[in-house]
């Protein structure tokens, strides 16, 4: 039975540490641990409603050279 969960973990490192992350966020061990899980558990669903309000929104950005030198500053001139 190791054997196999050593060459499952070997071959897919990446799915193995996601996996060890999640089950580490789902089983917090001090208050501390428990506050940051549930902030960033907030912060996730307000990006995604923010993705979803975006993706469904019926006006599309508009973004000019005059918006991005307002941001970034005038550009350079050689």
């Given at each position: 039975m190791s054997a196999d969960r050593d060459r499952l973990e070997s071959s897919r490192p990446l799915l193995s540490s996601l996996a060890a992350f999640a089950g580490a966020a789902f089983r917090p061990r001090g208050m501390l641990a428990r506050a940051i899980v549930i902030v960033l558990a907030l912060k996730l669903i307000a990006?995604?409603?923010m993705a979803?309000?975006?993706h469904f929104s019926d006006r599309s950005?508009?973004?000019d050279a005059a918006a991005v030198e307002r941001l970034i500053g005038p550009a350079a001139r050689p």
């Open positions: 990006v995604a409603g979803v309000f975006a950005a508009s973004i």
